[in-house]
């Protein structure tokens, strides 16, 4: 696997299909995305470049969030806390 495609261990991507591979993302995008650059988060509880690149105008409708999202009041923070 290719630098660029690594998952980091321990981050919320581990396990699944990140987000920069469901939506597409080229390189270069990924190297500006904060969702890439900082895995301990998912995607929609960052300030990522989807709005801007991919035409999405809400995560809920995502299909990376379907797949992996939560309810509002159940964040990826709140989970890893309750599992502590």
Known sequence: ?????RIKEDG???DKTPCWVM????????RLC???RDQSLPCWEQK????????????????????YGSTPKETANEKRNAAL
């Open 1 to 5: 696997m290719a630098e660029h495609e």
């Open 48 to 67: 990522t470049l989807c709005k801007e690149l991919l035409n999405i105008d809400t995560c809920f409708a995502c299909e990376v969030f379907k797949e």
């Open 23 to 30: 939506r597409g993302c080229i390189f270069e995008a990924r």
């Open 12 to 14: 919320f991507w581990t």
């Open 34 to 36: 904060r969702a890439y």
